[in-house]
């Protein structure tokens, strides 16, 4: 069983940092996708990033590309989300997300098979 654990969320000024952390464990991922989705009150979840563990080949939505940047560390089983220039409307819990078919990468939350517990990222304006 695939566990995921989020990490790095906090409290930041708009134009500020994050970096999110995302500690894989419970099998071999290495021919997974993984995805990271933010949820905000009100709204459904939302598609950020995903990068296949295999190539380290990345995609993003649209609206992060340019300000955000997955990476995989497979040594640590680790995926990250590097979150710069963030602004008030990046505020959303962000989850880390696995994706066994490891095809093509999907921008839909129920195609993922394995997910995080969620961490609160909060940008203050």
């Known amino acids: 069983q695939v566990q995921l654990v989020e990490s790095g969320g906090g409290l930041v000024q708009a134009g500020g940092s994050l970096r999110l952390s995302c500690a894989a464990s419970?099998?071999?991922?290495?021919?997974?996708?993984m995805g990271w989705f933010r949820q905000a009150p009100g709204k459904e979840r939302e598609f950020v990033a995903a990068?296949?563990?295999?190539?380290?080949?990345?995609y993003y939505a649209d609206s992060m590309k340019g300000r955000f940047t997955i990476s995989r560390d497979n040594a640590k089983n680790t995926v990250y989300l590097q979150m710069n220039s963030l602004k008030a409307e990046d505020t959303a819990i962000y989850y880390c997300?696995?994706?066994?078919?490891?095809?093509?990468?999907?921008?839909?939350?129920?195609?993922?098979?394995?997910w995080g517990q969620g961490t609160q990222v909060t940008v203050s304006s």
């Open positions: 990068i296949s563990w295999r190539t380290g080949s990345s």
């Open positions: 419970g099998g071999t991922l290495l021919g997974y996708n």
């Open positions: 997300a696995a994706d066994k078919s490891a095809g093509i990468f999907y921008t839909l939350a129920r195609r993922y098979d394995y």
